[in-house]
């Protein structure tokens, strides 16, 4: 279905000039205004709550982390208590949990349907999909009664594809503007270009604009219409939006994402931020822009109040990411018995987040519980099913020592051999592949820690939840080099993707970030599958590489992937990779860190 938009349409022209120090080519509908935005990001379809332990009065202290419904109590309270208000969604709703598996996006659109956002800006992972993928999913937020604006300036699907069945723009608009209190507000949608076409499953026709050129020319346009505040919600991570602001010419706020970046201060509860709530930068003409972003996975709601004056440049902003907690709350005593606190205990504690408007004690909403109690009840027996068991916590990461694991045993761990359970995916694969010698997988294909204990089917899908088959590669060894440096540079690009970082199976080798590009990974040693003995990689020899389609394809940097696909040298297994990890689990029973030789990356230097 078409979508039917409340929006106000605007010509599409630019006026030469219009982006100049010039106050007097601005609109001034008041003396002066405030609006306060309400916002998340990279939510991830993470609708379940999770748990967070802070240092509180004085002890470590595990609550409840959110859960969509606390997201949309948060706002509903906020709400109530502010005017005007906005609400505002900075992309990556779906990809990450087995919600989005099993249901392909409409949980996550009718949670959202709960708040109602005045507008969702698209993010990479809205392609993981592809264009259909992606056009299902809108037509789910779209069935409600919100009719909620989706917003993306810089992407431009082709006509007669899913996402421009007749025009451009059915589905997607580059902004929309708010009528607010007598005053226009223009809210522009832009999402991370290079790694949403790189990264994610876009149809190839469907074009990705430069972030930095297509805002102006959106301000630019929305300026020469006489709206002067300006609100970029951009999907662009949190170092690019400080750049983007300062670059820009009249953007007022950037509501940020993909970078699931934490702002505010928190170090007194053992968090660290990236960052104060908000961020002030001044643009090219030297007004404050305001940049703020919510963290990740419905754990926090952002609260963004700004004024602006009468040429609609701002005067002031400030605001309160709302981390949201909950019952139970759970601490230890000293033999590392769990109990929960009770009497004068607990009112220390209550009182403790009372000082601090960064920490709330929030019910979920009643009406979004009972939404996700139904999709719940639909998985429980499924993924609750035990394939295995993990000896020890067996930790996520990325680049070694990004820090993305969430397990306290982690810390310092992965800081030269990277993740453990990446190394041990790539296993499952090559184990897998029946006839492949080694196998490379993208450290962003996989998700989560896997913690010491049982390990469900809902673990497997959430650490891989992604549509991916396995597929078998013909490479020589000197191709094999060649994709490992491309991978490696890739995932250190800033127009790249963190996730492109390689992991192996009867690979491995060093990486030294202060080598010449192409050269950064190196000492590329080989046991094939059979074999018992690490030997130096040969360029001349051909072996069978087993990867996820998704980076057999040529995506997230593995470009030469993409040629020996291109040249009839890739055969899809049709195994699916999550499903190829549980049969994995199933017949080996337990998993363990792998042995130091056998990860496959030995040392790192950054760069």
């Not at 009718?110 to 809205?126: I, S």
């Not at 020996?564 to 337990?590: H, K, N």
Request: net charge negative; charged share 20%; aromatic share 8%.
């Amino acid at each position: 279905m078409l979508r039917t938009l409340a929006w106000i349409a605007l010509p599409l022209f630019v006026l030469a000039g219009c982006n100049d120090d010039n106050d007097t080519d601005r609109d001034t509908e008041a003396d002066a205004f405030t609006v306060h935005i309400l916002h998340i990001n990279d939510h991830h379809s993470h609708l379940e709550e999770e748990s967070q332990t802070l240092a509180i009065a004085g002890a470590d202290t595990t609550f409840a982390l959110g859960g969509f419904p606390r997201v949309v109590a948060k706002i509903a309270e906020r709400s109530a208590a502010l005017d005007p208000v906005l609400t505002l969604h900075a992309g990556d709703a779906i990809t990450g949990t087995l919600y989005f598996t099993s249901f392909e996006g409409e949980a996550d659109a009718e949670l959202m349907n709960q708040v109602c956002f005045d507008a969702f800006a698209l993010g990479n992972h809205e392609f993981d999909r592809g264009d259909e993928g992606l056009k299902a999913f809108l037509d789910m937020l779209d069935s409600g009664s919100c009719s909620t604006p989706v917003l993306a300036a810089n992407v431009k699907p082709q006509v007669g594809t899913p996402l421009a069945p007749v025009s451009e723009t059915d589905y997607l608009q580059p902004y929309v503007i708010k009528e607010l209190n007598g005053n226009r507000v223009g809210i522009i949608g832009i999402d991370i270009a290079n790694k949403t076409r790189n990264s994610s499953s876009p149809l190839a026709s469907t074009q990705f604009l430069d972030e930095t050129e297509t805002a102006q020319a959106m301000i630019n346009e929305l300026e020469a219409a006489g709206v002067n505040k300006i609100i970029l919600m951009t999907h662009y991570q949190y170092a690019n939006d400080l750049q983007l602001a300062q670059n820009l010419s009249g953007v007022d706020v950037i509501i940020g994402g993909d970078s699931h970046t934490l702002l505010g201060d928190f170090d007194d509860y053992g968090l660290t931020a990236a960052g104060p709530y908000p961020t002030e930068r001044t643009d090219a003409n030297g007004h404050t822009v305001c940049i703020a972003q919510a963290w990740q996975y419905a754990y926090a709601v952002g609260e963004l109040n700004v004024t602006w004056d009468s040429n609609g440049h701002v005067t002031g902003c400030d605001g309160t990411p709302h981390l949201l907690l909950g019952e139970p709350i759970v601490r230890e005593d000293g033999s590392g018995t769990e109990y929960t606190p009770t009497g004068a205990e607990r009112d220390e504690i209550l009182a403790a987040l009372d000082q601090d408007p960064q920490l709330s004690l929030v019910t979920p909403d009643t009406g979004a519980t009972q939404i996700l109690d139904d999709y719940t009840h639909q998985l429980d027996a499924f993924r609750n099913q035990v394939i295995g068991t993990a000896t020890e916590d067996l930790c996520y990461e990325r680049i070694p020592g990004q820090g993305r694991s969430q397990l306290p045993s982690c810390a310092g761990q992965t800081d030269v051999r990277g993740g453990d359970i990446p190394n041990l995916v790539a296993q499952a694969f090559l184990y897998q592949s029946k006839t492949a010698d080694v196998a490379i997988q993208n450290g962003g294909g996989v998700r989560i820690d896997i913690p010491a204990g049982s390990i469900t089917i809902g673990d497997a899908y959430t650490l891989l939840p992604f549509a991916n088959t396995l597929t078998n590669l013909t490479m020589t060894g000197a191709e094999i080099r060649q994709v490992l440096n491309e991978a490696v540079d890739y995932a250190h690009d800033p127009d790249g993707s963190s996730g492109a970082y390689p992991y192996a199976a009867g690979l491995r080798w060093q990486v030294d970030m202060t080598r010449a590009a192409g050269e950064r990974l190196y000492n590329l040693e080989v046991k094939a599958k059979g074999e018992s003995v690490w030997r130096p990689l040969d360029d001349g020899e051909t072996l069978t590489v087993v990867s996820n389609s998704f980076t057999a394809g040529g995506r997230d940097g593995y470009v030469t992937f993409g040629t020996v696909s291109a040249d009839g040298r890739a055969e899809d297994t049709f195994l699916d990779y999550a499903q190829s990890f549980v049969d994995y689990v199933t017949d080996i029973g337990s998993l363990s860190k792998p042995a130091l030789e056998d990860y496959s990356t030995q040392s790192y230097t950054a760069p």
